[in-house]
């Protein structure tokens, strides 16, 4: 019995080191083409959903108003940032509110060399919280996503912030809000 139990673990042992010598058939050479890359992984502003509200990226992307913010927010980064849960208020400046500032600053900004200060500035139009405008009250003093804060005024129902930048509309988002304004915030380290 002792001498069978050997023979057949020897058999076993046998087979397993002629298994071992063999060229296992997917580790053999191939003059296939290797497989495609797969696609880089995408964020949450890639899945496509058009029956629900829409959250504060795609209001931005379906407002003719602002591409500019658009190529910025996408310049800098942060677009799957914004797509995120949230929830987030975003003071988002126009098309001509971007026309306000100095000749060549967009264009600078955009550069890969002004990423950094163009993350800080749309940061600082950006809380993390939802503001309805009748929460806006004067006076108040919000703290934005890039840590700095902005200063409420509230004067004859316009709502301004850091005498700069006035609310003229606002769309809900599925993660929060967009108050559309007419004014760039810049923060206070940029200026």
Known sequence: MKRASCFACASVLGL???ACGREHPASAPS???P???????????AV???ESQKDIVKVAVGSAAHSTLVTAVQAAGLVDVLANTGPFTVFAPTNDAFKKLPVGTV???LKPAG???????LQYHVAVAVYRPEMLKDGMTLNMANGDNVK??????????NGVATVVGTVPAANGIVHV???VLTPPGAR
């Open 35 to 45: 497989p495609a890359a797969a696609p880089a992984p995408a964020g949450q502003a």
């Open 31 to 33: 003059s296939a083409t």
């Open 48 to 50: 496509a959903d058009n």
């Open 152 to 161: 409420i005024s509230v004067k004859d129902g316009k709502i301004t912030l």
């Open 115 to 121: 990423r950094e200060t163009l993350r800080d500035i």
């Open 16 to 18: 397993l080191l002629a």
């Open 181 to 183: 304004v007419d004014g």
């Open 107 to 109: 264009e600078s900004l």
